[in-house]
C-alpha cells in the first residue's frame, strides 16, 4: 500500500479542490489517501465519503502570516513524520511552500506538487510579487515532480523552477469525469439545443468570489448591457460583500443572482445560454471544461491559460480587465446563434478526445509509481 498525504489550503470546493476530489475517487485500491486543509466543511466530507482520512491544521491561511506560517509548518512536519508518508503531493502556492518544506524535512522521497496557475506573474505589488516568487523557488529545491497543466505555466516553471537535475516537469491537463455530462447530452436538455427564451440571454459563472477570477469586471460588463441580460454566480469567497454592494451600486439586482456553491454543477448548466469566466490567472479551468462537456458557449479573459485551452474555435476571448470589450463580445454572441453553435460543437469534441479523467488518473497513478 502506497501511502499518499493531499495537502491543501481552502476547504471550500473551488478548482483546485475538485480536481483533487476527483483524483482521489478514482485512483487505484493500491493508494492509502489523506488529506490535509484548513477546515473541516464540503471538501473534507466529500472526501471521507470516499475513503479519504483528513486531517485539519486551523493556522493554514491564504494571507502571509509568520505566526501561522510557522505553526502550520510544524504542524505539517510532525504529521508527516508521524504517518511515515510515501508520497506528499501539495496543491497551490501557500500550501506547495510550507507542505514541500516540510515533507523535505520529514525525508519523504517524493514529493509532487501541482501549480494551479502561477500568482507571482500578475501580482502588481513588487514585493509580494517578490515573495511568492522566492517561495516558489524554495520550494522547487525540494520537488520531485512539478505538474503544469498549460503550455506558459510549463514555460515559467522550466525557466525558473527546474534547477535540480532530479526535478521532473510534466504537462497534465486537468480533466473531467464526461459521463457526468454524458445524459444531459444525449437527451438533448442542453438549452442551447433549443430555441432559448425570446430576448433573454442568461450568462453563468463558475468560481470563486476572489480578486482571482474577477467577478467585479462580470458586473461592470452586465451594467453596460440592457434588461435582456442576466448573470448568476455559481460560487462564494472573500469578495462576496463587495460584489453585493456593486451589485446595488450599479442598479441591476433585478438582473444578478449569487447561488452560492453547487455540488452537481451539471444539473444546471444546461440552463445557461453564456458561460463566462474574467480570470487574471488560471492553470487550467475546471469550471470552462464543465461548460464544454455541457454544452455551453464559453467567453473568457484572454489570458494564457483559457487561450490555450479554448484555441481559435472551442470558445471566445475578451481583452483581459476590459469591461467594454467584455460587454461587446457578450452582445455579439447573443446576436449570432449560429457561430455560438459552432463552437459549442468544437468545444464538446475536444473535451471528450483530451480531457477525459480516466486517461488523466492512469498518467497519475504512473508519475507516483515510477521513479
Given at each position: 500500500?502506497?501511502?499518499i498525504?493531499h495537502?491543501?489550503?481552502?476547504?471550500?470546493?473551488?478548482?483546485?479542490?475538485?480536481?483533487s476530489?476527483?483524483?482521489?475517487?478514482?485512483?487505484?485500491?493500491?493508494?492509502?489517501?489523506?488529506?490535509?486543509?484548513?477546515?473541516?466543511?464540503?471538501?473534507?466530507?466529500?472526501?471521507?465519503?470516499?475513503?479519504?482520512?483528513?486531517?485539519?491544521?486551523?493556522?493554514?491561511?491564504?494571507?502571509?502570516?509568520?505566526?501561522k506560517?510557522?505553526?502550520?509548518?510544524?504542524?505539517?512536519?510532525?504529521?508527516?513524520?508521524?504517518?511515515?508518508?510515501?508520497?506528499?503531493?501539495?496543491?497551490?502556492?501557500?500550501?506547495g511552500?510550507?507542505g514541500?518544506?516540510?515533507?523535505?524535512?520529514?525525508?519523504?522521497?517524493?514529493?509532487?506538487?501541482?501549480?494551479?496557475?502561477?500568482?507571482?506573474?500578475?501580482?502588481?505589488?513588487?514585493?509580494?510579487?517578490?515573495?511568492?516568487?522566492?517561495?516558489?523557488?524554495?520550494?522547487?529545491?525540494?520537488?520531485?515532480?512539478?505538474?503544469?497543466?498549460?503550455?506558459?505555466?510549463?514555460?515559467?516553471?522550466?525557466?525558473?523552477?527546474?534547477?535540480?537535475?532530479?526535478t521532473?516537469?510534466?504537462?497534465?491537463?486537468?480533466?473531467?469525469?464526461?459521463?457526468?455530462?454524458?445524459?444531459?447530452?444525449?437527451?438533448?436538455?442542453?438549452?442551447?439545443?433549443?430555441?432559448?427564451t425570446?430576448?433573454?440571454?442568461?450568462?453563468?459563472?463558475?468560481?470563486?468570489?476572489?480578486?482571482?477570477?474577477?467577478?467585479?469586471?462580470v458586473?461592470?460588463?452586465?451594467?453596460?448591457?440592457n434588461?435582456?441580460?442576466?448573470?448568476?454566480?455559481?460560487?462564494?469567497?472573500?469578495?462576496?460583500?463587495?460584489?453585493?454592494?456593486?451589485?446595488?451600486?450599479?442598479?441591476?439586482?433585478?438582473?444578478?443572482?449569487?447561488?452560492?456553491?453547487?455540488?452537481?454543477?451539471?444539473?444546471?448548466?444546461?440552463?445557461y445560454?453564456?458561460?463566462?469566466?474574467?480570470?487574471?490567472?488560471?492553470?487550467?479551468?475546471?469550471?470552462?471544461l464543465?461548460?464544454?462537456?455541457?454544452?455551453?458557449?464559453?467567453?473568457?479573459?484572454?489570458?494564457?491559460?483559457?487561450?490555450?485551452?479554448?484555441?481559435?474555435?472551442?470558445?471566445?476571448?475578451?481583452?483581459?480587465?476590459?469591461?467594454?470589450?467584455?460587454?461587446?463580445?457578450?452582445?455579439?454572441?447573443?446576436?449570432?446563434?449560429?457561430?455560438?453553435?459552432?463552437?459549442?460543437?468544437?468545444?464538446?469534441?475536444?473535451?471528450?478526445?483530451?480531457?477525459?479523467?480516466?486517461?488523466r488518473?492512469?498518467i497519475l497513478?504512473?508519475?507516483?509509481?515510477?521513479?
Amino acid at each position: 500500500m502506497i501511502k499518499i498525504l493531499h495537502i491543501h489550503l481552502s476547504s471550500e470546493i473551488s478548482g483546485a479542490q475538485r480536481v483533487s476530489l476527483d483524483e482521489m475517487k478514482t485512483l487505484s485500491k493500491q493508494f492509502q489517501q489523506s488529506m490535509v486543509c484548513s477546515k473541516a466543511g464540503n471538501f473534507t466530507a466529500q472526501a471521507n465519503e470516499v475513503g479519504v482520512q483528513t486531517f485539519v491544521i486551523r493556522t493554514l491561511v491564504r494571507k502571509i502570516s509568520f505566526y501561522k506560517d510557522l505553526k502550520s509548518f510544524i504542524e505539517l512536519y510532525r504529521l508527516i513524520k508521524k504517518e511515515k508518508y510515501d508520497i506528499i503531493h501539495t496543491h497551490s502556492s501557500k500550501t506547495g511552500f510550507l507542505g514541500r518544506l516540510a515533507a523535505k524535512l520529514a525525508g519523504t522521497k517524493k514529493i509532487v506538487h501541482t501549480v494551479h496557475g502561477f500568482a507571482f506573474p500578475s501580482t502588481k505589488n513588487k514585493i509580494f510579487k517578490a515573495i511568492y516568487f522566492l517561495m516558489e523557488y524554495i520550494a522547487s529545491l525540494c520537488t520531485s515532480v512539478i505538474i503544469v497543466m498549460n503550455k506558459n505555466d510549463e514555460i515559467i516553471a522550466r525557466k525558473y523552477f527546474c534547477v535540480n537535475a532530479k526535478t521532473k516537469l510534466i504537462l497534465l491537463n486537468n480533466a473531467i469525469d464526461i459521463s457526468r455530462f454524458d445524459k444531459l447530452v444525449t437527451n438533448g436538455s442542453s438549452m442551447n439545443s433549443k430555441k432559448r427564451t425570446k430576448n433573454k440571454f442568461k450568462l453563468v459563472m463558475v468560481g470563486r468570489l476572489c480578486e482571482q477570477k474577477n467577478p467585479l469586471l462580470v458586473l461592470e460588463a452586465i451594467k453596460k448591457l440592457n434588461n435582456d441580460f442576466s448573470i448568476d454566480f455559481i460560487g462564494d469567497g472573500p469578495l462576496k460583500e463587495e460584489v453585493q454592494n456593486k451589485i446595488i451600486e450599479y442598479g441591476i439586482a433585478e438582473r444578478v443572482k449569487l447561488l452560492g456553491w453547487c455540488v452537481s454543477v451539471e444539473d444546471i448548466l444546461y440552463k445557461y445560454d453564456l458561460f463566462v469566466l474574467p480570470s487574471k490567472w488560471e492553470g487550467m479551468p475546471l469550471a470552462i471544461l464543465e461548460a464544454m462537456a455541457a454544452k455551453i458557449p464559453v467567453l473568457c479573459s484572454d489570458i494564457d491559460a483559457n487561450r490555450y485551452l479554448l484555441g481559435k474555435t472551442s470558445g471566445f476571448l475578451f481583452k483581459s480587465e476590459d469591461s467594454d470589450d467584455f460587454a461587446n463580445k457578450i452582445k455579439f454572441l447573443y446576436e449570432n446563434d449560429e457561430i455560438r453553435q459552432a463552437a459549442v460543437q468544437e468545444a464538446y469534441s475536444l473535451v471528450v478526445n483530451d480531457f477525459d479523467l480516466c486517461k488523466r488518473t492512469k498518467i497519475l497513478e504512473s508519475i507516483y509509481t515510477h521513479n
